[in-house]
């Protein structure tokens, strides 16, 4: 899933996402794991979940929390990828992660999840980025171990009979937690540069493949 051209991850532009990005979040997050169109793609969820992947509240209910930020990474003015981040105390939790189906497999998801794990260092001070993910996607699981997560063994259940989650299509899901140790570059954090976590003063970051 990793091979891919070098172009395919030219100049992308990251910034936190506000009310106005609600709509195109809720279909690049539905693009990328539910229905036909998400088969384009490699993370797609549609033979074990049907029904929504999120909506415009769960969005919502994201962008609002105190304590956490959705990146979007845009190529062209458009959203091409996002994901959620969540201080939780000395750990940041990483969800909502999203790639159009069609860009899937280019190696924008190893750009998106270090500029993830790079905004939780110096932002926050975290140690750790924490995760879960549906145990039976073992090729998205390896995905991650690739990426230095560490499977757990820590399950949570599936929350069989709220569709705000999808429709599931068997029986045996749960969660499982992944985590990844995050190390800084400095000792302690020392000289880290502060950024604001409102969008309308923090400039978008620009990383060129």
């Known amino acids: 899933m990793d091979i891919a051209p070098a172009t395919a991850r030219a100049e992308l532009t990251f910034r936190d996402a506000t009310e106005d ?6 279909r690049l997050v539905e693009s990328a794991y539910r229905g036909d169109a998400s088969r384009a793609g490699w993370t797609t969820e549609a033979d ?17 929390a105190p304590s956490g930020k959705v990146l979007v990474a845009e190529r062209d003015g458009g959203p091409v990828a996002c994901c959620q981040l969540e201080h939780r ?3 940041a939790y990483f969800g909502m992660f999203a790639v159009r189906p069609e860009l899937q497999g280019a190696g924008l998801g190893k750009v998106i999840i270090a500029e993830a ?6 932002d926050w001070g975290v140690d750790e980025m924490h995760m879960t993910v ?4 073992e090729e998205l699981i390896a995905w991650y171990e690739r990426r230095g997560y560490c499977r ?16 599931p299509q068997r ?8 985590v990844k140790e995050l190390r800084s570059a400095g000792s302690s954090g020392a000289g ?3 950024r604001t976590s409102q969008a309308v003063n923090r400039p978008a970051r620009r990383i060129s493949g």
């Open 152 to 167: 757990t063994g820590e399950l949570t259940p599936f929350p069989y009979g709220d569709e705000r989650f999808g429709v």
């Open 192 to 194: 880290r540069v502060p």
């Open 117 to 122: 794990e790079r905004t939780a260092r110096e």
């Open 134 to 137: 549906i145990s039976v996607r």
């Open 171 to 178: 029986d045996d899901l749960v969660f499982e937690l992944l």
């Open 89 to 91: 105390g000395a750990a």
């Open 48 to 64: 074990i979940l049907q029904g929504q992947r999120t909506d415009a509240d769960g969005v919502r209910a994201l962008l609002a």
């Open 21 to 26: 990005d609600v709509p195109a979040l809720v």
